[in-house]
């Protein structure tokens, strides 16, 4: 029997290449929405949350 093997990186290998953020380098969301700025963060979170409790309700 064959056996997959996974390596496990440390966080300094996994980030050793990567370079540091630039200014454009901002989350999007699945739907593509820029959320550039921490009021558009909160509103986002905010919108999952109330369809996370309307779902809940829903049953």
């Known amino acids: 029997m064959a056996r997959d093997i996974v390596r496990q990186w440390s966080e300094e290998e996994f980030f050793a290449d990567a370079l540091p953020p630039t200014d454009d380098d901002v989350p999007i969301a699945l739907d593509g929405r820029v959320l550039d700025s ?22």
Not at 38 to 59: F, M, Q
């Open 38 to 59: 921490p009021e558009k963060v909160i509103a986002y979170l905010d919108e999952i949350n109330r369809r996370r409790v309307t779902s809940s309700a829903d049953g």
